[in-house]
């Protein structure tokens, strides 16, 4: 049995890459000029009640910093005051119990870049496990479960093109891929091309999600997944220009072979996100610490607008060799 040899790569923009890996640890970088100017104002409201003392752009830029140098919340105030201190800055800074407070009333958006209308967008779906509660590995595997374990789900939308996050979604970790992916594709502004994600989103419902906004699917089919033609009790629950794709591509696979379908079509790019789930453990960690679930939301929501900030300043552009 003949194997293809592994195909090498080579980084091609390395020092613009390089400088984008320094300046990810620049406190500039998440400290912008505009923080600075509404720190010390007091934002007055029509509400009864005393105003808020710090702006919510202050309280956002406090929780990136937490989240980009790992931070707890008292070491947070520390961080903060060093900054006020090094810059000669006659700022009061907010103590822990009032960042953490504040986070519940913050409306922080995904990070996004702007799309050329013309473009094709290509997107990847998958999903991963964040801990909230538990032992570490190393511990189950020597000694078993002594202590309850908790997680919770992410899922992702990455542009294959630019690998920007452009919908993230928290879950239970009860929730199927295929049930997460509705509200993944309400969150993604604009036109879609193709949506690349594993077996876990060959459903029916996810056909015709896609359908809806014109795009095409690409999920391989479970090995003994049959066709509607097939199908003795016809309980699908589509329409017909979604089952008929969905037949298309069983169909392929049969005739080509799985390994070959896959090829041709495309679908290793799935593999893009693999990568951005990797970043964002190796980078930001693979526990939330928060324990309620509107803050968790929040928290992974801030983890992966940090991720797309970072991949602005630069990724790195390989080419076969």
């Known amino acids: 049995m003949s194997t293809e040899p592994k195909k090498s790569y080579r980084v091609r923009n390395w020092k613009e890459y390089n400088k984008a890996l320094v300046e990810r640890g620049s406190i500039t970088l998440w400290i912008s000029a505009d923080v600075l100017e509404k720190w010390g104002q007091v934002k007055k409201t029509d509400k009864r009640g005393r105003p808020k003392e710090y702006a ?29 201190s090094l810059l000669n800055l006659n700022f009061q800074v907010p103590d822990y119990s009032t960042i953490a407070k504040r986070r519940k009333t913050l409306n922080v958006t995904l990070l996004k870049e702007k799309k050329d209308e013309k473009e094709n967008v290509h997107i990847l779906v998958d999903s991963t496990g964040l801990k909230i509660l538990g032992e570490g590995e190393w511990k189950v595997r020597q000694h078993g479960i002594l202590k309850k374990r908790l997680w919770r789900k992410l899922h992702l939308a990455i542009n294959q093109t630019t ?16 049930e997460g992916f509705s509200n993944l594709l309400n969150k993604i502004e604009g036109p879609i091309d193709t949506i690349i994600g594993d077996g876990a989103y060959d459903r029916f419902s996810c056909y015709e999600e896609i359908t809806k906004r014109g795009g095409t699917g690409i999920f391989p089919p479970q ?90 300043k630069g990724m790195p552009k390989t080419e076969t060799i």
């Open 56 to 84: 919510d752009e202050l309280i956002t830029c406090a929780l990136y910093l937490k989240g980009v140098y790992h931070l707890t919340f008292r070491g947070l105030e520390g961080f903060l005051g060093s900054v006020v």
């Open 163 to 178: 690998q920007m996050i452009e919908a993230v979604e928290l879950t239970e970790l009860g929730i199927q891929d295929c």
């Open 223 to 312: 090995h003994n997944a049959v066709t509607s033609e097939e199908r003795t009790a016809n309980k699908k629950k589509a329409s017909a220009e979604a089952v008929a794709k969905r037949d298309n591509i069983i169909k392929l696979c049969r005739s080509l072979g799985r390994k070959e379908w896959k090829k041709q079509v495309g679908y290793h790019r799935r593999s893009l996100a693999e990568t951005g789930m990797f970043r964002i453990k190796t980078i930001l960690g693979d526990k939330l610490s928060s324990r309620k679930m509107e803050n968790q939301v929040l928290e992974s929501t801030l983890w992966c607008t940090i991720l797309n900030q970072m991949t602005l």
